[in-house]
């Protein structure tokens, strides 16, 4: 089963509230080889008013909010084609499970999609945070902190 590695960034920090600004995936085989790239940015609509804290992390700006090629709804087309294409894969992420996950499910609910398409159809989810702190359960030599 192949591997996709994705990435999201929002306007906000709460899911609840959240808009998809840019998406990011990359294809993995088996063994880790990479077999393609995804990355897709859109304009925010027009009904949002984006927070502050999330366009200094995502290093944002006004102009690349609005000025965008794509808008947010065609963006989530190509995402969701994107996925459908790449399927059956285990959809990994970081802290991917509490944010990227919930927020996807539910811009792709909202937009009238199937909101489950990482975790059905074939398809598993899995966070590397949770490998993080596994591994560090195991030994905490494992990672190097200040």
């Known amino acids: 089963?192949?591997?996709?590695v994705w990435d999201i960034e929002t306007d906000s920090a709460q899911t609840d509230w959240a808009t998809i600004i840019e998406i990011g995936g990359i294809?993995?085989?088996e063994n880790f080889k990479e077999l393609e790239r995804f990355q897709a940015r859109c304009r925010l609509p027009q009904d949002?008013?984006?927070s502050a804290t999330a366009l200094c992390i995502n290093k944002s700006n006004v102009d690349l909010l609005t000025k965008g090629n794509l808008s947010h709804y065609e963006m989530l087309t190509q995402v969701e084609q994107k996925f459908r294409e790449w399927s059956p894969a285990?959809?990994?992420g970081?802290?991917?499970i509490n944010f990227d996950d919930e927020v996807i499910r539910k811009e792709f609910f909202k937009s009238l999609r199937k909101p489950y398409l990482t975790n059905t159809e074939g398809n598993v989810r899995?966070?590397?945070l949770n490998i993080v702190r596994a591994a560090f359960a195991i030994d905490d030599n494992i990672l190097k902190t200040e």
């Open 1 to 4: 089963m192949n591997y996709v």
């Open 27 to 29: 294809l993995l085989d």
């Open 48 to 50: 949002r008013v984006p």
């Open 90 to 92: 285990t959809f990994l």
């Open 94 to 96: 970081y802290s991917s």
């Open 126 to 128: 899995h966070d590397a």
